[in-house]
């Protein structure tokens, strides 16, 4: 597939936030990725629900969020309703996986499962056999906060989970999460990534439009 590239609103200006994603959309931007933190699951505590739904009517991208909340699935219904288009949720905040993306799925969003840097995918086999599992996020950074630096063992996680989902003929996206920029992008790329997660480097020195298209340069989008 072509590969998406996911800015992360966790490094925009919260003041004008909606400024921020349209200037994103009108560079070519259709994904955008939605980091919830409520302060247990990381330290970190961010936006929800009523943030998403004030920021649906002024943009057309599509709105993945990633959560990283004790409580996922208490957040499920409110994000459906606020125009949500997927969900990714920790397996380590999930004690009933299973049963946490089939209501993602019940309610018409995508679900998806996030991978701390100590955390396996084998056992996401199960789900991913009966269709709930659109996508897998490697965190390449332990999650909270935007800026930190890139773990190297994610590339060859990905390497791993690439041909993994090969061997077992599964079709779900995978992502990655923490520490991308312009000089490891390729790499995570070539290792088998399709959607790529930019948070600081995608609004590095305010240059919004400008840091869009040295991505999109780089990865063959434009
Ligand atoms: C971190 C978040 C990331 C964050 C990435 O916990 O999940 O989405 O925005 O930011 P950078 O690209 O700066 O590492
Ligand atoms: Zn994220």
């Not at 800015?7 to 200006?13: E, Q, Y």
């Not at 004790?70 to 009933?96: F, I, Y």
């Not at 990534?193 to 063959?220: H, Y």
């Amino acid at each position: 597939m072509q590969t998406v590239l996911s800015p992360s609103i966790l490094s925009a200006n919260f003041s004008c936030l909606a400024d921020d994603v349209q200037r994103l959309e009108k560079s070519g931007i259709k994904d955008i990725h939605l980091d919830i933190m409520d302060g247990h699951f990381v330290d970190n505590i961010t936006f929800g629900v009523g943030i998403i739904k004030s920021l649906r009517p002024c943009t057309k991208t599509n709105f993945d969020a990633h959560l990283m909340v004790t409580r996922p699935d208490a957040l499920l219904a409110g994000l459906a309703d606020a125009g949500v288009n997927s969900v990714t949720v920790h397996k380590e905040a999930c004690l009933h996986l299973y049963h946490t993306l089939e209501t993602i799925k019940k309610l018409g969003m995508n679900g998806g499962v996030v991978l701390n840097p100590a955390t396996d995918y084998e056992s996401l086999k199960y789900v991913a056999e009966d269709g709930l599992l659109t996508r897998v996020l490697i965190m390449s950074v332990e999650p909270g906060f935007g800026g930190q630096a890139y773990l190297p063992m994610s590339t060859n996680k990905i390497k791993k989970l690439t041909r993994w989902r090969a061997d077992n003929g599964f079709d779900f996206v995978i992502q990655v999460d923490g520490g991308i920029n312009v000089n490891n992008i390729k790499t995570v790329i070539e290792a088998g990534a399709d959607d790529i997660v930019i948070g600081s480097a995608m609004f590095k020195n305010r240059k919004i439009e400008e840091n869009v298209q040295s991505f999109r340069k780089l990865v063959g989008l434009c």
